[in-house]
């Protein structure tokens, strides 16, 4: 999932999650305070931010605000529930987030339809059965692993909000 700022004067005081690490910054998966940001006039942006929980201060430059959206994106519910998961919980949540049909289901498809039909022709050639059986095989690869991709999506945001029901007073249980 993409989010776009037009002028990096929109992120002040805000909080973002950190999605991707940059050698001596914050790792991703970290929750961070924009405190100010300037744009300089070829283009490039200047952050300067802090941990939300460590109170660290940190200063970062990108060529464009663009980049800067790759960085760090806003995040409401990470924000509020920061505190009830750990750093692998949240690097497993933000590349969650970042999955989509294209992106990882359908690499998949094709790679599992190009063993289909190899194995199908192999086996039975050009005959009619053999065409039959690979469109057959093509349909039930393509909806298993779409099943397969909501299903783990699920289950995972399942298992994020359980991790924060058991943490609250909610007296919700998710399953």
Known sequence: MTYMLNDIDEAIDRKFLVTKTLSNQVQA???????????????????YYRITYTKQ?????FDNVKQFCKWARPDNFIARHYESFN????????KLKDRTFTSFCLPLILVALLIVWAAVLLLFG????????GVVMSILVAVLITITYRSSRQKELVKLYSKVSANSNWRVNFK
């Open 87 to 94: 750093i692998k919980e949240i690097q497993r949540y933000v």
């Open 57 to 61: 201060d940190y200063t970062v430059k």
């Open 29 to 47: 998966g970290t929750i961070v305070h924009i405190m100010d940001a300037h744009s300089e006039k070829d283009g490039k942006v200047t952050v």
């Open 126 to 133: 050009g005959k009619p059965i053999g065409i039959i059986l």
